[in-house]
């Protein structure tokens, strides 16, 4: 069973940066990792993934610019985030599986929060 392990997060004036990490457990690594988030009462959104063995990356339109996923050989990922703003606001979830849109493996979670 795949294992996430996440660490980072935080509080954050707007304008800061954090860096997020989560680590897989197991190899081969996923296709596809990635990092979802949640506000409350929204929907779970995509917020950037990369295809492991290609690099390739995508991200969504309200971070593009100020978010940057990577990974390296120790089959962890990354997710800095700068240029914070309140609406960055949620709990951020590390995921993989074989499909960057819906994963087969979560992470548990943890909360960012930027003021204002």
């Known amino acids: 069973q795949v294992q996430l392990v996440e660490s980072g997060g935080g509080s954050m004036q707007a304008g800061g940066s954090l860096r997020l990490s989560c680590a897989h457990s197991e190899r081969p690594i996923s296709k596809y990792m990635g990092w979802f988030r949640q506000a409350p009462g929204k929907e779970r959104e995509l917020v950037a993934a990369?295809?492991?063995?290609?690099?390739?990356t995508s991200y969504a339109d309200s971070v593009k610019g100020r978010f940057t996923i990577s990974r390296d050989s120790t089959n962890t990922v990354y997710l800095q985030m700068n240029s914070l703003k309140p609406e960055d606001t949620a709990v951020y979830y590390c995921?993989?599986?074989?499909?960057?849109?819906?994963?087969?493996?979560w992470g548990q979670g943890t909360q960012v929060t930027v003021s204002s």
């Open positions: 990369i295809r492991w063995s290609l690099g390739t």
């Open positions: 995921a993989a599986g074989s499909s960057e849109s819906h994963p087969d493996y």
